[in-house]
């Protein structure tokens, strides 16, 4: 596509759900990104991915978040038993090689009641 | 832990006036990135600068890099009520370490 696509644009959850948002990056970007912006924060780094694999997770707060991206392309952030704090906009990026040059999507708004 | 400060967090700036943004960063880094936010709405790429001394400029808007003070200015000249936006800039470590730390952010705001 034209963009980095992601769905759903909002979702409301209860605490202990979960949750899965997925993102699709522009064709033939290899590297995708995920950060987690609260109101009034700049984006938090979370997880970037070069192809497959994920080559920095240092930045998913614990294990009940989980990205994958099993081809190279589309990817989900899984989050397990969804607590209020988790409550946020969640964004996708992707880029070609190169410079850092980041093309994000809308982002996807948690919200967890 | 890398870390990223920008200041003023908030700006609120006549029509017509010129202003700067200022980034400053904790690491040795020749890669800094400025982004536009508006409101509710994703984030846009505006300048990259990849070496000591670069300076991006596109319409009102000018941005330098200085890697041996670890600092960054956005400038803003003769401000548009179009510009009212967030601000970011955002480092990394350089190629192999390509994890984008973002700054807080400035809240700029025109008035007429």
């Known amino acids: 596509g034209a963009g980095v696509s992601q769905t759903p644009s909002n979702k409301v959850t209860e605490k202990g759900k979960y949750v899965e948002l997925r993102c699709d990056p522009i064709s033939g970007h290899t590297a995708l990104y995920w950060y987690r912006q609260s109101l009034g924060q700049g984006p938090e780094f979370l997880i970037y991915f070069q192809g497959t694999g994920a080559a920095d997770d240092s930045g998913l707060p614990n294990d009940r978040f989980f990205a994958v991206r099993p081809e190279g392309s589309v990817s989900t952030l899984k989050i397990q038993r969804t607590e209020r704090g988790d409550s946020a906009v969640y964004l996708c990026?992707?880029?070609?090689?190169?410079?850092?040059?980041?093309?994000f999507g809308a982002g996807s708004r948690l919200t967890v009641l | 832990e890398l870390k990223v400060e920008q200041n003023p967090l908030f700006l609120s700036m006549q029509e017509g006036k010129n202003y700067t943004i200022y980034c400053d960063y904790s690491?040795?880094?020749?890669?800094l990135y400025w982004y536009r936010q508006d409101p509710g709405k994703s984030l846009e790429s505006l300048f990259v600068?990849?070496?000591?001394?670069a300076v991006k400029q596109e319409g009102r808007l000018m941005a330098s890099l200085d890697t041996k003070a670890r600092l960054s200015t956005l400038h803003i000249t003769a401000a548009v009520h179009d510009l009212s936006a967030t601000y970011f800039c955002a480092v990394d470590k350089g190629f192999g370490n390509e994890k984008l730390t973002f700054g807080t952010g400035t809240r700029l705001t025109i008035i007429p």
């Open positions: 690491t040795t880094s020749d890669r």
């Open positions: 990026a992707s880029r070609s090689g190169g410079a850092n040059v980041l093309t």
């Open positions: 600068l990849l070496s000591n001394g």
